[in-house]
Nanobody, 124 residues
């Protein structure tokens, strides 16, 4: 069983930056695609970014392109979401997800493993 743990959320002002981390518990995920999703109050969970399992391909939802970067540190077995130029509409609970040998999947149903989420709040 893969367990994921997110960290790095918090309360920031518009224009600030945050970096979220997602680390697995107890095993290496070198052959897994890793994705970030978010869910704002009253809304459905939405795709944010994905890093393919080979580590050399990414895809972002349009609203975060040019502001967010997904990357991984293999030595730390951790995936990050660098978020710059944050906007109030980025406020949500952010979840990381993983899929073995996954490609650039953008549907939450394609991911069997999830973290518990970390809150990001951006004030205007």
């Amino acid at each position: 069983q893969v367990q994921l743990v997110e960290s790095g959320g918090g309360l920031v002002q518009a224009g600030d930056s945050l970096t979220l981390s997602c680390a697995p518990s107890g095993r290496t995920l070198s052959s897994y695609s890793r994705a970030w999703f978010r869910q704002a109050p009253g809304k459905e969970r939405e795709f944010v970014a994905v890093l393919g399992w080979t580590g050399d391909s990414t895809y972002y939802t349009n609203s975060v392109k040019g502001r967010f970067t997904i990357f991984r540190d293999n030595a730390k077995n951790t995936v990050y979401l660098q978020m710059d130029s944050l906007k109030p509409e980025d406020t949500a609970v952010y979840y990381c997800a993983a899929r073995l040998y996954g490609g650039l999947f953008r549907n939450s149903e394609d991911y069997p493993y999830w973290g518990q989420g970390t809150q990001v709040t951006v004030s205007s």
